[in-house]
């Protein structure tokens, strides 16, 4: 787990991940682990059902779209 200082904020990880999703209409953001990284996994609510964008909690990287 992350100090809050070596994490990118989630308001961060929520902007980033929303330029990489569909249209959704609701996203929830949960902090995970992730083949051992520390993440943001931010779960949007589309007509096609959930999508998930999987944000680096120290990068910002995109892990997974």
């Known amino acids: 787990e992350l100090a809050p200082d070596e994490a990118i904020p989630e308001s ?3 902007a980033i ?14 902090r995970r ?6 993440v943001y996994a931010v779960v949007f609510k589309t007509e096609d059902g959930p999508h998930v964008v999987i944000i680096d ?4 990287d995109v892990i997974a779209d």
């Not at 909690?57 to 910002?60: E, L, S, Y």
């Open 12 to 14: 961060l990880a929520t």
């Open 17 to 30: 991940a929303i330029r990489h999703a569909p249209p959704a209409s609701d996203f929830k953001v949960l």
């Open 33 to 38: 682990m992730h083949e051992g990284v520390p």
């Open 57 to 60: 909690a120290r990068t910002g």
